[in-house]
């Protein structure tokens, strides 16, 4: 990614993840919702010529070094354009199901085991209030933790390291599940892109 930002195309049809995510919430999701978060982010920056060359995530992370005038808007807009992407791309369709490799013998070490951990994250997005977003990363210490994070703050701000990400906007499920986000959270693990997420681990443990 680099400024100017330009919406990076969905790596799937907008019907790819059917029946668990809806093709209508897929294209308003990313066609509106995301862009908007570009075209914004593109403005700040405009204002702000010095943090134009500088990776997107490099500026999240570190967000005191935005200036106050266009921090908010670029923490807003940069963040909901760069966690956008990583969401995008940790789905597909026919999904394994379940990790395997390296990543399985981390969740087991860290969790206990598989289901254990598939608990626990449910468990937290379900009770997370308001919006944002929960994660599966790598901790500050190398262990795996679930944690959530309001808005469109990134956990590399307090030294996690993101695997793993799933949208707990109302925009994300409202229109096929309603206020039903638990059931919005089970059809999601059925379309989670396991070697995805693997490589990511692999890349940033």
Do not use: C
């Not at 969740?107 to 994660?135: H, M, P, Q, V, Y």
């Amino acid at each position: 990614m680099a400024y100017p930002y330009l919406l990076p195309p969905l790596p799937y049809s907008y019907d790819a993840l059917e029946p668990h995510i809806d093709a209508w919430t897929m294209e308003i999701h990313h066609d509106k919702h995301q862009l908007a978060y570009v075209d914004k982010l593109n403005d700040a920056l405009s204002k702000w010529p010095e943090g134009q060359p500088v990776p997107l995530e490099d500026l999240l992370k570190d967000p005191g070094r935005i200036p106050e005038h266009v921090r908010t808007a670029i923490i807003n807009n940069g963040g909901g354009n760069w966690i956008h992407t990583m969401f995008w791309e940790i789905m597909k369709p026919d999904s394994s199901g379940e990790p395997s490799g390296e990543l399985r013998t981390a969740i087991n070490e860290d969790f206990g085991d598989f289901n254990i951990f598939k608990e626990r994250f449910s468990k937290d997005a379900a009770l997370f209030f308001g919006s944002g977003w929960t994660w599966l990363a790598i901790s500050p210490s190398g262990t795996l933790a679930v944690i959530s994070t309001p808005n469109h703050n990134l956990p590399q701000v307090d030294g996690f390291r993101p695997i793993l990400v799933l949208d707990l906007w109302e925009h994300a499920y409202y229109l096929k599940y309603q206020n039903r986000r638990p059931e919005y959270i089970e059809a999601w693990w059925n379309v989670v892109n396991w070697p995805a997420v693997e490589e990511r681990y692999k890349t940033m443990r």
